[in-house]
């Protein structure tokens, strides 16, 4: 067990994961803003996984900050749609990095199935490709320019659900290792 004090200020860089209500992992919050959840009572303990506790020591208060916390309230989940196929989204996608070589200059958006084969303006067919790359496939699919792409193209996922893969594969090699 860890104690807040003047000496320990690395403590207060401690980070807790948040669960909803339905424990699904939301997000990773500083301590700070765990501490106010737990105090306002919009979030509770949970000891699911790890058994790591801050104790955090007021005048008023002494309070054992978990590594996990699940939210009380019932706050309905704002919608989200999938952004529109745009430069500015495809580049955040793909890390501002070709797709095919990794190069990171001079980059333009190439349709793995050419447009003019009938391939649409979709996530799933668009990617980012340095101008060489993309002049070296030309008008052809990645399989008859003999190239391969790095990863699959792929709309974005709810930040919530992306968070929540992450945070249980992370779990998973923790257990396995």
Request: charge should be positive.
């Amino acid at each position: 067990m860890q104690s807040i004090n003047q000496y320990e200020p690395d403590v207060l860089r401690q980070s807790v994961v948040v669960f909803s209500q339905n424990y699904l992992p939301v997000s990773r919050i500083n301590i700070k803003r765990a501490i106010a959840l737990l105090v306002t009572g919009r979030a509770e303990p949970l000891e699911l996984i790890s058994q790591q506790t801050w104790q955090v020591v007021s005048p008023r208060l002494v309070l054992q900050v978990p590594e996990h916390i699940r939210l009380t309230l019932t706050k309905s989940e704002r919608f989200w749609r999938v952004p529109p196929v745009a430069r500015r989204e495809i580049l955040r996608r793909d890390n501002h990095t070709c797709q095919y070589c990794g190069n990171t200059k001079k980059l333009t958006i190439d349709h793995v199935i050419p447009r003019a084969k009938g391939g649409l303006n979709t996530w799933e067919n668009v990617v980012i490709a340095c101008e060489p790359c993309n002049n070296r496939k030309g008008n052809r699919t990645p399989h008859e320019a003999n190239m391969t792409l790095r990863t699959k193209p792929k709309a974005p996922m709810h930040p919530t659900v992306a968070f929540a893969e992450q945070f249980w594969r992370s779990q998973q090699e923790i257990n396995s290792g």
